[in-house]
T-cell receptor, first 110, second 115 residues
Framework: DAKTTQPNSMESNEEEPVHLPCNHS???????IHWYRQLPSQGPEYVIHGLTSNVNNRMASLAIAEDRKSSTLILHRATLRDAAVYYC???????????FGAGTRLTVKP | ETGVTQTPRHLVMGMTNKKSLKCEQH?????MYWYKQSAKKPLELMFVYNFKEQTENNSVPSRFSPECPNSSHLFLHLHTLQPEDSALYLC??????????????FGEGSWLTVV
C-alpha cells in the first residue's frame, strides 16, 4: 500500500483556518485520498475524500496537488471541537480496507 | 451517534477468561470490520466481513475469534488473551466492499484491559 506522511502535531487558534498537509509521493493512479479524524474517546469519523480535483463539503475542503503527490485538508474556521487526530489515508480503488497511519494531532487554542 | 453501537464500552478481563465484544449497526450496511487501536500505534485492521462472510483476516492470533451471524451484528470472542492485547477495539461498517468511495462508519470502541 502507498504510504502517507503527516506532521505529528499542529496547533491552531480558534476561528482561524487550518491547513493540514499530507505527502503521498508513491500514490498510484487508482488511489483515492481519504481523510478521517478521531476526536478524544471516539472512533474515527469520515471527513472528506477525493481523487484528482479539489473537493468541498460542510466539514472541510481537500486540495490535491496537480501531481497528486501531496494534499491538504483545510478547515476554514477551526473550533475547539475540531481538536482531534487527523488521518490521511490512501485507499486503492480495488482495496477494501483502510490503513491508518499515525496522523496529525491538531490542537486548537482559544 | 454514528449508527454503530459497541458494547461493552469498557471491559477488564483476566488472561484465563472468555469474553465477547458486540457490535451492532443500524445503517443497513453489508460490510463490517474490526480494528484494534493500541497506545502509540496506528489503527490496525483485524477482520473484514461482507454479507456475513469473512473476506479478510489480517494475521490475527486465534485467541481472537470473530463471528458475524447477520449483516447487522458482529462479535469478537476473546479467550486466553495477553496483557499486550489491552487496547481499544473498534467496530466499523460500510455499505459494501469494492467501492472506494464508501464511507466507513466507526463505533465508539470497546476499551479492553487484560490483567
Amino acid at each position: 500500500d502507498a504510504k502517507t506522511t503527516q506532521p505529528n502535531s499542529m496547533e491552531s487558534n480558534e476561528e482561524e483556518p487550518v491547513h493540514l498537509p499530507c505527502n503521498h509521493s508513491t500514490i498510484s493512479g487508482t488511489d483515492y485520498i481519504h481523510w478521517y479524524r478521531q476526536l478524544p474517546s471516539q472512533g474515527p469519523e469520515y471527513v472528506i475524500h477525493g481523487l484528482t480535483s479539489n473537493v468541498n463539503n460542510r466539514m472541510a475542503s481537500l486540495a490535491i496537488a496537480e501531481d497528486r503527490k501531496s494534499s491538504t485538508l483545510i478547515l476554514h474556521r477551526a473550533t475547539l471541537r475540531d481538536a482531534a487526530v487527523y488521518y490521511c489515508i490512501l485507499r486503492d480503488y480495488n482495496n477494501n480496507d483502510m490503513r491508518f497511519g499515525a496522523g496529525t494531532r491538531l490542537t486548537v487554542k482559544p | 451517534e454514528t449508527g454503530v453501537t459497541q458494547t461493552p464500552r469498557h471491559l477488564v478481563m483476566g488472561m484465563t477468561n472468555k469474553k465477547s465484544l458486540k457490535c451492532e449497526q443500524h445503517l443497513g450496511h453489508n460490510a463490517m470490520y474490526w480494528y484494534k487501536q493500541s497506545a502509540k500505534k496506528p489503527l490496525e485492521l483485524m477482520f473484514v466481513y461482507n454479507f456475513k462472510e469473512q473476506t479478510e483476516n489480517n494475521s490475527v492470533p486465534s485467541r481472537f475469534s470473530p463471528e458475524c451471524p447477520n449483516s447487522s451484528h458482529l462479535f469478537l470472542h476473546l479467550h486466553t488473551l495477553q496483557p499486550e492485547d489491552s487496547a481499544l477495539y473498534l467496530c466499523a461498517s460500510s455499505q459494501d466492499l469494492g467501492r472506494v468511495g464508501n464511507t466507513i462508519y466507526f463505533g465508539e470502541g470497546s476499551w479492553l484491559t487484560v490483567v
